[in-house]
């Protein structure tokens, strides 16, 4: 007899996959559910930043990302002399332009390069980083790691320490101080308008790094900022975001539908200004008004 319930058991469950429609994913999606075997596309990309160099010529930094860092990789310039560091052959090559050269860095989250027994005192070098997560999605390098610095016996780099900007409101007064960190002394900042970046419409930014001012247009604005001292000795790079909203209105609204007496004049509920509430006519001249020759009554003309 069981053996019998069993096989009635087995062959409704068959009826019932043959009756779903394959086409809208349920069993599919079942399996998946009682197998585990959910498909997940990770299309959040990794960053990294270049935090210090020390007197020996260790250079350090850090990389994050939601699913795990797998490699950094560095590319380091010469701008001394124009050359550029392949870190694969282990020497300076001149450098025409063109992609990076990229080597590997020791490490993932906390990483670092020995580049004491390839820096020149007094020559000038520029550093960028790049990570790639686990799922092998790479920097962006809009937002790499880059910083350009002078190498002496007591070396410094320039970190930008604004990670975040907030949202502005069209026609609301907008301020925010930019920081870096990593030097002393005090720097200058402005905005790499050469990558084809700028503030919102009625924003500026200062040269002590204050971003100010009125703006005058909604939308999501990218930009690169720049900040240096010592003439250019030091400089570094990144790139903020700021999202300017439409106003937010709050209707105290006179009316919401309708119509309404006042006086012998039927007036309609409408927008009669320049907001986007509703109200009643402020006056019995013009749109939203009717005169009722016999009268007003009930929210409506009275008939003759």
């Known amino acids: 007899m069981k053996k019998w319930v069993a096989i009635s058991l087995f062959l409704s469950l068959i009826l019932i996959l043959l009756i779903v429609p394959v086409s809208a ?21 990794p960053t990294s930043s270049i ?23 560095l590319a380091i310039y010469d701008y001394s002399n124009g050359l550029r560091y392949d870190g694969n052959s282990n020497q300076w090559i001149l450098w025409y332009g063109g992609s990076h050269i990229w080597f590997l860095a020791s490490g993932t989250t906390s990483w ?35 910083t350009t610095f002078t190498y002496s016996s007591t070396p410094c780099l320039l970190a930008i320490t604004t990670f975040s900007l907030p ?27 050469y990558a084809g970046s ?9 040269s002590s790094g204050l971003i100010s001012g009125t703006p005058t247009t909604t939308g999501t604005y990218n930009f690169m900022v720049v900040v240096y001292k010592d003439q250019y000795s030091y400089i570094t790079t990144k790139q ?8 937010t209105i709050t209707c105290t ?37 009717q005169f009722c ?9 009275q008939a003759a």
């Open 112 to 146: 670092s390069f020995n580049a004491g027994n390839i820096l020149t005192l007094g020559h000038q070098y520029e550093l960028v980083s790049r990570a790639t997560d686990t799922s092998n999605n790479l920097q962006n390098l809009s937002r790499s790691g880059s």
């Open 167 to 193: 949202n502005g409101i069209v026609g609301s007064s907008y301020s925010q101080q930019l920081s870096a960190s990593g030097c002393s002394g005090s720097y200058n900042w402005y905005i790499d308008e």
């Open 198 to 206: 700028s503030l919102p419409s009625g924003l500026t930014l200062s």
């Open 51 to 73: 935090t210090s160099i020390s007197s020996s010529g260790v250079i350090s930094g850090t990389a994050s990302d939601d699913a795990g860092i797998s490699k950094v990789e």
């Open 253 to 289: 609204n006179d009316c919401s539908s309708g119509t309404r007496c006042s006086g012998s004049y039927l007036q309609t509920c409408g927008n009669y200004d320049s907001d986007t509430c509703l109200e009643w006519p402020l006056s019995t001249s013009g749109l939203g008004n």
């Open 25 to 45: 994913g349920w069993f599919s999606d079942f399996f998946a559910k009682i197998t585990g075997k959910i498909t997940y596309t990770d299309t959040i990309l």
């Open 293 to 301: 020759t016999f009268g007003c009554s009930n929210n409506q003309c």
């Open 240 to 247: 903020l975001t700021i999202t300017i909203n439409p106003v």
